[in-house]
T-cell receptor
Framework: NAGVTQTPKFQVLKTGQSMTLQCAQD?????MSWYRQDPGMGLRLIHY???????DQGEVPNGYNVSRSTTEDFPLRLLSAAPSQTSVYFC?????????????FGPGTRLTVL | TQLLEQSPQFLSIQEGENLTVYCNSS?????LQWYRQEPGEGPVLLVT?????EVKKLKRLTFQFGDARKDSSLHITAAQPGDTGLYLC??????????FGAGTILRVKS
């Protein structure tokens, strides 16, 4: 099992550019989510999905779109990048959103917006 | 609004010392998870506590869930450089959202 994979590992964008951060898991997990991590602020939830075809907003959804057409993939799209979106982005998955389920995290994508 | 408050924000200690980090909320929660994150990697689950007053041990790490289920602590005995990392607590908030605290950065010097 590869677990949760993310691509790319690093990305530099100019303000206004768009891009998609890829996330895939091979554990047949129903629940997937995207977080951003900034110094001193822990992990903040951007969007999440409880299954294919179902997505919902987290704490900081503005400027980001997601879709979940398959169980395995959960891409995050930045429509028009802004310097405030410079961050490290983590994708995570779990079997369900049950209270004892472990979130499995990918290695992260470090994004810089100039 | 920060659902979870972690303290201290940063801790630097010598190898062999003991330490405790805390996670508090103004709300009662049904369960709480502790994660550890090393530089350049994603967080990894250490433990889930679900019962008020529960104590769980993981080698030199001891996790406690407060009786009122509004706080939790992580105690490390005889810290080692390999314990260095960011320690995060998390809980499932309203809906299907896992919410994290800001974390405690631990540095253990040899």
């Amino acid at each position: 099992n590869a677990g949760v994979t993310q691509t790319p590992k690093f990305q530099v964008l100019k303000t206004g550019q768009s891009m998609t951060l890829q996330c895939a898991q091979d554990m047949n997990h129903e629940y997937m989510s995207w977080y951003r991590q900034d110094p001193g602020m822990g992990l903040r939830l951007i969007h999440y999905s409880v299954g294919a075809g179902i997505t919902d907003q987290g704490e900081v959804p503005n400027g980001y779109n997601v879709s979940r057409s398959t169980t395995e993939d959960f891409p995050l799209r930045l429509l028009s990048a802004a310097p405030s979106q410079t961050s490290v982005y983590f994708c995570a998955s779990s079997h369900t959103s049950g209270r004892a389920d472990s979130q499995y995290f990918g290695p992260g994508t470090r994004l810089t917006v100039l | 609004t920060q659902l979870l408050e972690q303290s201290p924000q940063f801790l630097s200690i010598q190898e062999g010392e003991n330490l405790t980090v805390y996670c508090n909320s103004s709300s009662v929660f049904s369960s709480l998870q502790w994660y550890r994150q090393e530089p350049g990697e994603g967080p990894v689950l250490l433990v889930t506590v679900v019962t008020g007053g529960e104590v769980k041990k993981l080698k030199r790490l001891t996790f406690q869930f407060g009786d009122a289920r509004k706080d939790s602590s992580l105690h490390i005995t005889a810290a080692q450089p390999g314990d260095t990392g960011l320690y995060l607590c998390a809980l499932w908030g309203h809906g299907n959202k896992l919410v994290f605290g800001a974390g405690t950065i631990l540095r253990v010097k040899s």
